[in-house]
């Protein structure tokens, strides 16, 4: 008596000793085999599912279906009674995972099969005690084996009860982080509102995009058409990113002459070229740290792509003239307004490039499809200029807003802007802006869309001979005059900037100059 109380205290300690629900098992089964003289006993576990017992032991073929009765274990469960299985009978059972635990056992004369439940009723598994002699009553009539099963029991609760409560913490601490996620990206697309305005659902769905765009490292291309809030993106995104203490620096491909872009962006050493009498460092380097900005990519010259692809690669790149080659850590935001799939096809923009520039593409929708955003727009650039300009108009009336959602504004937001701001010069300070007041149409009449090309827009000269009573602004014409040809000739050569600037005898980037002065959109 006095051996078996120092035994099961031992048993006891040991099993309360454990932390895991595997080291649990792997105790209670070898403290059976050891206390009661058995050759073999194993601990099977019900999952969470209820559907499958596991035992951990038998590696590959340790799982047994609870609906399957081909195993003596389905049956265990269904009556809830601890059963004596003989090596005879066992026979009979051809399941394969049965079948490997009677091998493992080395086929026992005798199994006892004891179902554990908890005292809610759960069923936690079962132990399955293998032995030479049939002669169970011997031992499971014993206090110290009710004990032990007992104190098993407490322990496998006490063990499933800690892991749903590290479970539960896990799934409390996910849900946390997402609603923190959410809340971040909420707060951070309420601040880029500020700047890049409008409620419409295409603008919301764009911003919450720059956010995710600005938590990742990703080369981003932003496309659009001329004057639609590229450049304001872009600032976005590196403004929201963890490089907003970084330099941005902003690099317009069309305005700067392919013979100095490249020394512009790779710089050069001192005398790496006739009058290059000093070194200088190129945007690449001057981006490090921060992000790189190159707008209007689609214009840059293919030889300067291939350059571009190997530092998108590498960060690496060689100034004109050294030896050696520099590293910049750069983030890469591009822009365009061309269809760059169209040059892709062309030939003159390298598919290649395209790919790594457009990790993270983003589109942003032309103001006429947007019409949502005029309101929100107007005010935000009637805001703009009273901020700028000290005084001017309170607001926008209805009217002057209704006026404007009839218009397709070819410039954007741009055009927009500039209409607005127009008519802030006109409008008296306090008072609200008026339909009359906006010029849609007589700025730039052959930008207002083909139903309002007015005399001066046409390319024939007759007409526009015809319509010269009416101009009383000669320089206002002639630039109106300009851009109608230019967006004729445009629309003449699908949007092909090369050929138009080649049909009308101009260089590729005065058209690209002309087309962003006049807001001339492709097509
Ligand atoms: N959603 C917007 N919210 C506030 N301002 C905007 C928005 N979109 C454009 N703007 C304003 O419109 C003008 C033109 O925008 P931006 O320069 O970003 O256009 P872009 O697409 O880069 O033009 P381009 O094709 O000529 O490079 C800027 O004054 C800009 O601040």
């Not at 491909?253 to 460092?281: M, N, R, W, Y």
């Not at 030939?347 to 929100?376: C, T, V």
């Not at 014409?477 to 851009?483: I, K, S």
Request: hydrophobic residues 40%.
């Amino acid at each position: 008596m006095q051996m078996e109380l120092h035994t099961g205290i031992e048993l006891a300690v040991a099993l309360t000793r454990q932390t895991t629900l595997p080291d649990l098992l792997k105790t209670a089964t070898t403290q059976l085999e050891n206390a009661f003289g058995l050759t073999r006993c194993w601990a099977l576990e019900l999952d969470l599912s209820g559907r499958t017992l596991h035992c951990s032991d038998l590696a590959e073929t340790g799982e047994f279906d609870c609906g399957d009765f081909s195993h003596p274990f389905a049956h265990l469960l269904q009556t809830g009674k601890a059963r004596e299985l003989t090596r005879a009978a066992s026979y009979r059972l051809d399941h394969p995972g049965f079948q490997s635990l009677m091998e493992a056992s080395d086929r026992p004369k005798s199994l006892w099969l004891e179902p554990l439940k908890g005292d809610d009723g759960r069923t936690l598994g079962i132990l399955v005690l293998c032995r030479e002699a049939s002669d169970w009553d011997g031992i499971t009539a014993q206090p110290l084996y009710r004990g032990l099963l007992h104190l098993l029991k407490h322990q496998w609760i006490a063990q499933l009860q800690s892991r749903d409560q590290v479970w539960q913490r896990r799934l409390l601490k996910r849900s946390l982080d997402n609603l923190h996620d959410a809340e971040t990206l909420r707060k951070r697309s309420e601040t880029l509102a500020r700047t890049l305005v409008g409620p419409s659902e295409s603008m919301t769905s764009l911003r919450a995009q720059i956010v995710r765009a600005a938590g990742s490292q990703l080369s981003v291309l932003v496309q659009g058409e001329t004057g639609c809030g590229k450049d304001v993106v872009a600032r976005g995104i590196h403004e929201l990113s963890d490089r907003a203490d970084g330099p941005m620096v902003v690099v317009n491909c069309a305005a700067i002459p392919d013979s100095l872009l490249e020394s512009e962006l790779f710089g050069h050493t001192k005398g790496a070229f006739s009058g290059a009498d000093q070194a200088k460092e190129g945007l690449l380097a001057q981006a490090s740290g921060g992000t790189l900005f190159l707008d209007e990519i689609g214009d840059m010259p293919m030889a300067l792509q291939s350059k571009l692809l190997r530092v998108l690669e590498s960060r690496q790149f060689r100034p004109l003239g050294a030896q050696k080659e520099q590293h910049s850590d750069f983030r890469l935001v591009a822009a365009t307004h061309q269809p760059l799939r169209q040059s892709i096809e062309d030939g003159s923009f390298r598919r290649d490039l395209f790919y790594r520039l457009s990790q993270f593409p983003l589109q942003i929708m032309p103001l006429r499809e947007r019409l949502d955003d005029l309101e929100a727009l107007s005010r935000h650039f009637i805001r703009l200029y009273t901020e700028r300009e000290g005084a001017g108009p309170l607001g926008i009336s209805s009217h002057a807003l209704r006026a404007l959602a009839t218009y397709d504004f070819p410039g954007n937001a741009r055009e927009l802007r500039n209409i607005i701001e127009l008519a802030c010069l006109q409008t008296p300070a306090g008072d609200d802006i008026q339909p009359e007041i906006l010029r849609l149409t007589d700025m730039f009449p052959g930008l207002a869309g083909p139903e309002t090309h007015g005399a001066v827009a046409c390319s024939s000269d007759e007409q526009v001979v015809s319509g010269t009573e009416d101009i009383r602004d000669l320089k206002a014409a002639a630039q109106a005059f300009e851009a109608a040809v230019i967006r004729d000739r445009l629309r003449q050569y699908g949007g092909n900037r090369a050929q138009a600037a080649e049909s009308l005898g101009l260089p590729k980037r005065t058209l690209a100059h002309k087309c962003l002065k006049y807001q001339v959109a492709e097509s």
